[in-house]
Nanobody, 122 residues
């Protein structure tokens, strides 16, 4: 059974940084696309960033380009999201995900983590 466990969320002031981690188990890590999605109250879940199996290609939502960096360490079975220059509008529950198709579409996701809360105050 695939398990994705996120950590690293918290509260930070605008302009600050956080690093999210996602520990993966239960599947052949290193295969499949991995990504981060987020959802805030009253809004639909949206893709934030995704990274291919070998880490050679990354995808970012326009709203986070230049501020967020996604990476993966296949030796540690871990996915990361470095978030810099955080804004109040980045406040959301952040979810780790695994997909066969590498995209930022929630409908392409095959497995979800439980999420970690990020709160950015102004």
């Amino acid at each position: 059974q695939v398990q994705l466990v996120e950590s690293g969320g918290g509260s930070v002031q605008a302009g600050g940084s956080l690093r999210l981690s996602c520990a993966a188990s239960g599947y052949t890590y290193g295969t499949g696309c991995m990504g981060w999605f987020r959802q805030s109250p009253g809004k639909e879940r949206e893709g934030v960033a995704a990274i291919t199996t070998g880490g050679g290609t990354t995808y970012y939502a326009d709203s986070v380009k230049g501020r967020f960096t996604i990476s993966r360490d296949n030796a540690k079975n871990t996915l990361y999201l470095q978030m810099n220059s955080l804004k109040p509008e980045d406040t959301a529950m952040y979810y780790c995900a695994v997909s066969r198709i590498c995209s930022l579409r929630p409908s392409d996701v095959n497995y979800w983590g439980q999420g970690t809360q990020v709160t950015v105050s102004s």
